[in-house]
């Protein structure tokens, strides 16, 4: 039986596809309603985007097979640097956006650490 080898596009795809479009609404003025201070639902569903993106990679590394397994590693290790880093400019770019658009006072790391959470729980104690 032939492996079938993981697309790594297939992979960034399906992990941060979410993470994305929750990006895009904190940034674009109209969407970023979802933001708004008075409860809107963006800020109870931005908290799922790093375990769901998490969980696609974890599954991903897990389908590998044998010789694939190192090639999908690396991109995952890779892939979540660049998470944390395009995360970081978008939170900063987010947090301009919402405070333009509604006055509301959110501080970057905040907007950032929901983008990690629950590990940005350990920043917390």
């Not at 609404?25 to 639902?41: L, Q």
């Not at 109870?44 to 044998?66: E, K, M």
């Amino acid at each position: 039986m032939e492996e079938r080898r993981e697309s790594l596009v297939g992979l960034a795809v399906r992990a941060y596809a979410f993470p994305a479009v929750m990006a895009m609404i904190a940034i674009v003025p109209g969407c970023n309603i979802m933001y708004s201070g008075h409860g809107g639902p963006a800020w109870i569903v931005l908290p799922f985007v790093f375990p769901v993106a998490l969980t696609q990679l974890i599954r991903a590394y897990r389908r590998a097979g044998g010789a694939d397994r190192g090639r999908v590693g690396r991109f995952i290790v890779l892939s979540l640097a660049c998470y944390a880093a395009i995360t970081f400019e978008v939170s900063l770019l987010g947090v301009e956006s919402i405070r333009r658009t509604f006055g509301l006072p959110v501080e970057p790391f905040f907007l950032w650490g929901l983008f990690f959470f629950p590990f940005n729980l350990v920043a917390l104690l």
